[in-house]
Nanobody, 123 residues
Framework: QVQLVESGGGLVQTGGSLRLSCAAS????????VGWFRQVPGKEREFVAA????????YYADSVKGRFTISRDNAKSTVYLQMNSLEPEDTAVYYC????????????????WGQGTQVTVSS
């Protein structure tokens, strides 16, 4: 069983930055491929970014490319999402998840989810 805890969300103005953290339990964190998703009430959860177990491969939604950066520190069992140039459209609950199998871009590929952290961007 993998437990994930997100943190770092909050309220920020348009153009501001936040860094989200996803801390994981388990000694085998370094073998996990991890993704970030976000969800707005009434909408489907959408893919934001993902990173391979080694950190050697990263994936981004078109809407965040050039603004968000995903990274990881396996020694700390933590994955980060640095979010810059935030826009009101980025307002959502952000979730991290561990991928089990399948495409990085689809939530069905992910087996374990955190509880989420709220990000609110004011205009």
């Amino acid at each position: 069983q993998v437990q994930l805890v997100e943190s770092g969300g909050g309220l920020v103005q348009t153009g501001g930055s936040l860094r989200l953290s996803c801390a994981a339990s388990g000694r085998t964190f370094g073998t996990y491929n991890v993704g970030w998703f976000r969800q707005v009430p009434g909408k489907e959860r959408e893919f934001v970014a993902a990173i391979s177990w080694s950190g050697g491969s990263t994936y981004y939604a078109d809407s965040v490319k050039g603004r968000f950066t995903i990274s990881r520190d396996n020694a700390k069992s933590t994955v980060y999402l640095q979010m810059n140039s935030l826009e009101p459209e980025d307002t959502a609950v952000y979730y991290c998840a561990v991928k089990r199998s399948g495409s990085y871009y689809f939530q069905d590929a992910y087996a374990y989810w955190g509880q989420g952290t709220q990000v609110t961007v004011s205009s």
